[in-house]
């Protein structure tokens, strides 16, 4: 699993193993179309 990112979201909210909580992109509420990157990384991010 070393290529797909762990969602910090829904690693916090469930128990799940680090599998359930992959990153869903374009599925996720958490989504910036024009950036192309979750909310969370999107706010880390330069321009």
């Known amino acids: 699993m070393p290529d797909k990112k762990i969602c910090p979201l829904l690693w916090a909210s469930t128990i799940e193993s680090p ?3 992959a990153c869903l992109k374009e599925a996720c509420a958490w989504w910036v ?5 979750c909310a969370l ?3 880390g ?3």
């Open 19 to 21: 599998a359930a909580c």
């Open 33 to 37: 179309e024009d950036k192309q990157k």
């Open 41 to 43: 990384c999107a706010l």
């Open 45 to 47: 991010s330069k321009k």
